[in-house]
């Protein structure tokens, strides 16, 4: 039998905030917001988020291409958009891999 696990909501990290640095959940859920809405209106201009021990956000642009239409084979255009990236850094990487 095996076991799906969810992984960490942002609730979790709340209670996180919330249990190591000892501020109310309604402070701790400020924060976690008022973070998350940084990165996201800093991602939503274009810009690069670097986080030293973490890793890069990036935002790529992608241009339109041609795809095909795996049931039917028809050709369709792929319009052009924007993708979100991330590249850990290699202190996270070492730390990932060091159980391994």
């Known amino acids: 039998m095996?076991?799906?696990?969810?992984?960490?909501?942002?609730?979790?990290?709340?209670?996180?905030?919330?249990?190591?640095?000892?501020?109310?959940?309604?402070?701790?859920?400020?924060?976690?917001?008022?973070?998350?809405?940084?990165?996201?209106?800093?991602?939503?201009?274009?810009?690069?988020?670097?986080?030293?021990?973490?890793?890069?956000?990036?935002?790529r642009e992608k241009k339109s291409r041609v795809g095909r239409n795996p049931q039917t084979g028809q050709e369709i255009e792929i319009s052009a958009r924007r993708v979100l990236t991330f590249r850990p850094s290699q202190v996270l990487k070492n730390a990932l891999n060091k159980s391994a």
């Open 2 to 59: 095996s076991v799906y696990c969810f992984g960490m909501t942002k609730a979790d990290v709340i209670d996180s905030v919330c249990s190591k640095v000892g501020f109310s959940k309604k402070e701790s859920a400020e924060i976690v917001e008022m973070v998350f809405d940084t990165l996201k209106d800093t991602l939503e201009r274009g810009e690069k988020i670097k986080l030293s021990g973490f890793g890069n956000f990036v935002v």
